[in-house]
């Protein structure tokens, strides 16, 4: 999430995508931060 806020800098000759995957990126944190609230509620939970 941090390249989304401050991406580094161009490098010349480099094969990087000029333009971050947005949705890709937001997709797996979510995905990641639902995951994780749902391995805690299973060991707060029982």
Excluded: C, Y
């Excluded at 800098?9 to 995951?35: D, H, M, Y």
Aim: glycine share 10%.
């Amino acid at each position: 999430m941090l390249a989304l806020v401050r991406p580094p800098q161009n490098r010349q000759g480099s094969t990087e995508l000029t333009k971050p995957p947005v949705v890709r990126t937001v997709t797996f944190a979510l995905v990641g931060a639902i995951a994780a609230v749902w391995a805690l509620g299973s060991l707060i939970g029982g």
